[in-house]
């Protein structure tokens, strides 16, 4: 007990130290944290029900994402029938057509109609781990092939969309700069979005509401005008409708259905100027692949006409007047400031895989907020000051000891919870004041088998070295149980559960650590400077 290295000690004193430096930062106000240096920035971040902020639940809208897995398969079958050894390996296919919720084309020679549904078959695949196709691949009247997706493809496909919108989401939140938002998946087609300190929902849905599907099209100039205005267009086209405050004379355009290029294609969106009208705009930059494609399909349809189309809405339908070469071109509509960096936000996040409706939107009062933080500050308290009172009096100086670790214990949940920019909601402020109320009991085991050992007849020296190792058995198996659990509430758990179980599982480990350890080297110090004949505990 006595052998306690220096070594040792001045390890375990820079740790606390370090401990009590971390966490001052969570305590000070606002302007004095902003006056520290960057690297000492770090503090315990609040959480929705604490700071207040926005709650929003999005729910994907499936008709939206149907229609664009018919797109992509449309793309798919143009590009299947283009043959990889040059024009002579093409297969001549006539136009394509959505009709019916599938995709359906003429094979115009029937002695390829083998190697098309082949070069189809390849390009289609099972859906996930249940052994079905997600297209059924079908020939009707002996020269046209029929796809049309699969239950089990349209479910994957919702899965998949759900995954990547969940991580596009929060890409967009967190280039607003806030700090541990919460975005999670609710059931099969939901996702929940909890932004603390924002205080403004609607900027919120603005944002992360928007799907940013920028494209490309070339404007059909061979539809008869009146015969669009009857919703009439030719096989390959769509009437496109602008959008709001856009467009001059007629409220629509005839688009051709092939994407010229799109936003995926995408490596930089930024807010600037217009430099002839001093208006907002977005500059946009396409990678290599894209910037090939629009220099290409701009020099072989100069005269001609193209639309930018964001959402399904036309924003702007020039005419090319030469070769867009570079890979630069510049997105204007009715933009403000801050709407034209919101989708600068949104096309470099990338668009979303399918449209996302708000059917749910509150917001959380930071006078609420602060209420809970003052119950929870004063539970806190309570529990404190009844376990410092009850360790001292039931244990005099060993229990003094142990409640010098138990404040040394705070210090430590605080820093590191602050070094990782950690959360704390309501539920973690009831986390860490049931880590106080536990926090001692490692010390009662510890003094309470110091006393059997001294009721044998032991001398203080081994008793209470007999009480650190024996007892610091239990100690640890019993924390070890706890942390697996606190582990599986944070793997399977989600938000408020995540927090309780972030805070139970720091909580643990520096209990164990001041408890066991700290505590130790206070006894040791005594014991080696005092020699005590006996022990009053």
Known sequence: MLDFPRWKTIGISIILLLGILFSIPSFLPTKAFESLPGFAQAKVNLGLDLAGGSH?????????????????????????????SGPDDDIAIGELSNAGGGISFLVRDQAQLDEARERLFSETQGAGLTGQRDW?????????????????????AVANAMDTARDIIDKRVNALGTREPTIIREGNDRVVVQVPGLQDPAALKELIGK????????????????????????????IVPYAEGEGSGAPFE??????????????????????????????????????????KVTAQNVGKRFAMVLDGKVLSA??????????????????????????????????????????????????????????????????????????????GRFGGYAN?????????????????????????????????GAAVDANVLINERIREELKRGRRPFQAVELGYTEASRAIF?????????????????????????VVL????????????????????????TNRPTSINI
Do not use: C
């Open 254 to 295: 005839v688009l051709r259905r092939q994407v010229m290029i799109s936003g995926e294609q995408l490596i930089n969106a930024q807010q600037s100027y217009d430099p002839q009208s001093g208006q907002p705009v977005v500059s946009i930059r396409f990678d290599s692949g894209g910037s090939s494609t629009f220099a």
């Open 404 to 436: 010098l670790a138990l404040v040394f214990n705070v210090f430590l949940i605080i820093a590191i919870m602050a070094a990782f920019n950690a959360t704390l909601t309501l539920p973690g402020i009831a986390g860490f004041v049931l880590t106080v």
């Open 211 to 238: 799907t940013a599907r920028l494209e490309f099209r070339m404007v059909d100039t061979n539809a008869d005008p009146a015969e669009a205005a009857a919703g009439r267009v030719p096989v390959g086209s769509e």
């Open 136 to 156: 059924n691949i079908n020939v009707v009247d002996s020269q046209r092939i029929v796809l049309t997706p699969t239950s089990a493809g349209q479910a994957q």
């Open 318 to 395: 020039p005419s090319i007047n030469e070769p867009i070469l570079g890979g630069s071109a510049q997105i204007s509509g009715s933009f403000s400031v801050a709407s034209a960096n919101a989708l600068a936000i949104s096309l470099r996040s990338g668009a979303l895989p399918v449209k996302m409706t708000v059917v749910e939107e509150r917001t959380v009062s930071p006078e609420l907020g602060q209420d809970s933080i003052e119950k929870g500050v004063l539970a806190g308290i309570i529990a404190t000051v009844a376990v410092l009172t009850l360790m001292l009096v039931v244990y």
């Open 505 to 528: 599982t720091i909580g643990i480990v520096t209990s164990v650590f001041t408890a066991v350890t700290v505590t130790r080297m206070f006894v040791a110090h005594w014991l080696r």
């Open 56 to 84: 929003l639940l999005l729910e994907a809208d499936i008709a939206d994402l149907r229609k664009t897995q018919l797109t992509n398969m449309e793309k798919t079958v143009r590009t299947a029938m283009r043959g990889d």
């Open 477 to 501: 198996d019993a924390n070890v149980t706890n942390v697996i659990a606190a582990a599986l509430m944070f793997w399977f758990g989600s938000g408020p559960i995540k927090g309780f179980a």
